[in-house]
């Protein structure tokens, strides 16, 4: 699945246990302007890294699992969690996207040597 927003924060990577490691992200979804939505979306082990990059304001696509699971308390009632977990993140504008070019730069030709000895 994939949605496209403005990233609203980025939290820090927190260490949950020795083996899982989570970061989260708050994206602020307007399908409705009048109530925007803040979705929060989990990044674990090495996707973390992913929003590095990322900054408050930044317009993203973000591309995620939708997750859920049952869990029991001690007195036997059941509950649903659900999570969005982050795979990929496309940074469509903003200090990230800017900083990245979009082409290669210009080859400095003035720069080769005149003695090219090349068949052709």
Known sequence: ??????????S???QVTDSLKKRELIVEYIENPQYPE????EAIQDRCNLLDN???GDDVEVF????GRP???RTGKKSYFNS????KINVLSGAAAASAPAYAPPADLSSAPDDDD???
Do not use: S
Request: proline share 6%; aromatic share 18%; glycine share 2%.
């Open 1 to 10: 699945m994939d949605i496209k927003g403005k990233v609203h924060e980025v």
């Open 12 to 14: 820090p990577t927190q």
């Open 38 to 41: 803040y979705l929060k979306f």
């Open 54 to 56: 990322v900054r408050v």
């Open 64 to 67: 995620f699992n939708l997750r």
């Open 71 to 73: 869990w029991t308390d």
């Open 84 to 87: 969005m977990q982050l795979w």
């Open 118 to 120: 090349l068949p052709f």
